[in-house]
């Protein structure tokens, strides 16, 4: 149980188009999502942290008219990468919050983006 | 969210047990300690976590010192598939788990 599938789980894009990540948790509610993006050989840096129906909430230096969240509904929730530039080249991850077969509420990792831009 | 101290890098051989420490001295009560664990190029994948109590599931024990101000994640037999980086993080429930550097872990043959 506690499955988050994440796609695509790699994209190249050229610079200056969009890129849509999508994060299911499939057999869960996820009340809460995060998304994070990874350099390489550092560590996973919290994004944006989403909340289903409301906006989400973005960490300091991070644009939120570039990397737009949507949380529409309790199992989905998208990551939109506009107007792409090489340095937003980078692994991005999500996570979902969400009670783990009765009280426990736990977070669940996707398996990653991996976004090149050329 | 209280900070968590973790070596860099530690060695095991296959089939002993890794024992992994991580120091959070500035735990507040509410906060639980979990553990990731991230191979090479995919997700987080969680291991355990507990908030007092030692825990073991399927894949690990956890250790928790009595006053929490440290935690030992206990691989009982590594094998070369859980060469990893680990994470230690503490947090309140409800909030994101912010990593810090982890803990690269190589079993070796």
């Known amino acids: 149980g506690a499955v988050v599938s994440q796609h695509p789980s790699w994209v190249i894009c050229k610079s200056g188009t969009s890129v849509k990540i999508e994060c299911r948790s499939l057999?869960?509610?996820?009340?809460?999502m995060f998304w994070y993006r990874q350099f390489p050989k550092q560590s996973l840096m919290l994004m944006a942290t989403?909340?289903?129906?409301?906006?989400?909430?973005?960490e300091q230096g991070v644009e939120k008219d570039k990397f737009l969240i949507n949380h529409a509904s309790l199992t989905l929730s998208t990551l939109t990468v506009t107007s792409a530039h090489p340095e937003d080249s980078s692994f991005y991850i999500c996570?979902?919050?969400?009670?783990?077969?009765?009280?426990?509420?736990?977070?669940?990792f996707g398996s990653g983006t991996r976004l090149t831009v050329v | 969210d209280a900070k968590t101290t973790q070596p860099p890098s530690m060695d095991c051989a296959e089939g002993r047990a890794a024992n992994l420490p991580c120091n959070h001295s500035?735990?507040?009560?509410?906060?639980?300690v979990y553990w990731y664990r991230q191979i090479h190029s995919q997700g987080p994948q969680y291991i355990i976590h507990?908030?007092?109590n030692n825990e073991t599931n399927e894949m690990a024990s956890l250790i928790i010192t009595e006053d929490r101000k440290s935690s030992t994640l206990i691989l009982p037999h590594a094998t070369l598939r859980d060469t990893a980086v680990y994470y230690c993080?503490?947090?309140?429930?409800?909030?994101?788990?912010?990593f810090g550097k982890g803990t690269s872990l190589l079993v070796t043959p």
């Open positions: 996570s979902a919050r969400g009670l783990w077969g009765g009280s426990n509420y736990g977070y669940t």
């Open positions: 057999d869960f509610q996820a009340t809460t």
């Open positions: 989403s909340n289903e129906g409301s906006k989400a909430t973005y």
């Open positions: 500035t735990i507040s009560g509410n906060e639980y």
């Open positions: 507990g908030l007092k």
């Open positions: 993080i503490v947090r309140d429930s409800g909030y994101a788990l912010n």
